[in-house]
Every structure is written in structure tokens, then in C-alpha cells.
């Protein structure tokens, strides 16, 4: 099932965000055949200001343990982690369903 995290990182936490980087990717790769997209949310000056994930998982409990083993978490830079199930309609410019 697809699960999108969208992880909000607190104000003013770049630096932090910088130096928990490599352990972030280094975790990512470990889920690799799980992840269908990930990337950095930019704030209008183009800095990462947040994290977009969308997994396929087999329910919301595996989204819930993928979003706590993140390093990001761990270190404390996410204000908020919004965890929703998601339903594919298009993928590159055709239908999904």
C-alpha cells in the first residue's frame, strides 16, 4: 500500500539537517526496494525545509516504523510528520489505475 510522509522540519534547524544528512541517505538506502519517490521540500529561497516520501509499504504501521527509524526524526529536526495512505491515479502521463 502507498503512504505518503510529508515530514515538516522545525524553524531554523538547516544546520542540523545539513549534519544528520549522510545517516539520513545512509537509512534510505536501506529501504530502497520500498521507496517509489523521496526528496527535500524547499522553502522559497530553495534550502530544504522538509522531507516528501511516498512508500509502498504493507500498512500504516510499517509507514509509522519507517517515519520513527529515520535519523531525521531521531535527531529531532521534524516539527510535524503527516503520514496518509495514497491512492495512484497518473503516473508519467498515463493512467494508473
Known sequence: MLF???CFDKPGSLDLR???RPQHLAYLQT????IVQAGPML???GRPNGS????????????EGFAEGDPYGKAGLFEAVLIRGYREVFR????AE
Not at 529501504?31 to 520500498?34: A, D, G, T
Not at 516528501?52 to 509507514?63: H, N, S, T, Y
Request: no cysteine; hydrophobic share 50%.
Open 43 to 45: 522553502d522559497q529561497d
Open 4 to 6: 505518503v510522509l510529508m
Open 18 to 20: 545539513i549534519a544528520t
Open 31 to 34: 529501504y530502497l526496494n520500498k
Open 52 to 63: 516528501l516520501l511516498l512508500i509502498d509499504v504493507a500498512d500504516r504501521a510499517e509507514a
Open 92 to 95: 508519467d502521463g498515463a493512467t
